[in-house]
């Protein structure tokens, strides 16, 4: 079973970045695909950017596209999301995410495809 914790959430200014980390311990991470999601008050959770299990393939919700990058280093079983020009509609909690799967590829982009969860880091951008 893996465990994930989240960090480097905070309040920034409209057009600041922020970089979270998602450190992975209890499992072989390069088994995992991972995906951060999002979820802001009244609204349901929703993917944000995916990553597969070595990194070949990643996915991007329209709305960041440009702005953020996910990666990911097996080596230190942490996955990054860079969060750049960010915007007041960028507010929510971050939600790092596992999925085991065997197949190196694939992409997950709903949150009932997922095994793992973390708890959440609180990202606020001010206008």
């Known amino acids: 079973q893996v465990q994930l914790v989240e960090s480097g959430g905070g309040l920034v200014q409209a057009g600041g970045s922020l970089r979270l980390s998602c450190a992975a311990s209890?499992?072989?991470?390069?088994?995992?695909?991972m995906g951060w999601f999002r979820q802001a008050p009244g609204k349901e959770r929703a993917v944000v950017v995916g990553?597969?299990?070595?990194?070949?393939?990643?996915y991007f919700t329209d709305s960041v596209k440009g702005r953020f990058t996910i990666s990911r280093d097996n080596a230190k079983n942490t996955v990054y999301l860079q969060m750049n020009n960010l915007k007041p509609r960028d507010t929510a909690v971050y939600y790092c995410a596992a999925k085991d799967t065997s197949i190196s590829g694939l992409l997950y982009r709903v949150p009932r495809d997922y095994d793992y969860w973390g708890p959440g880091t609180q990202v606020t951008v001010s206008s």
């Open positions: 209890g499992g072989t991470f390069s088994n995992y695909a």
């Open positions: 990553i597969s299990r070595l990194g070949s393939s990643t």
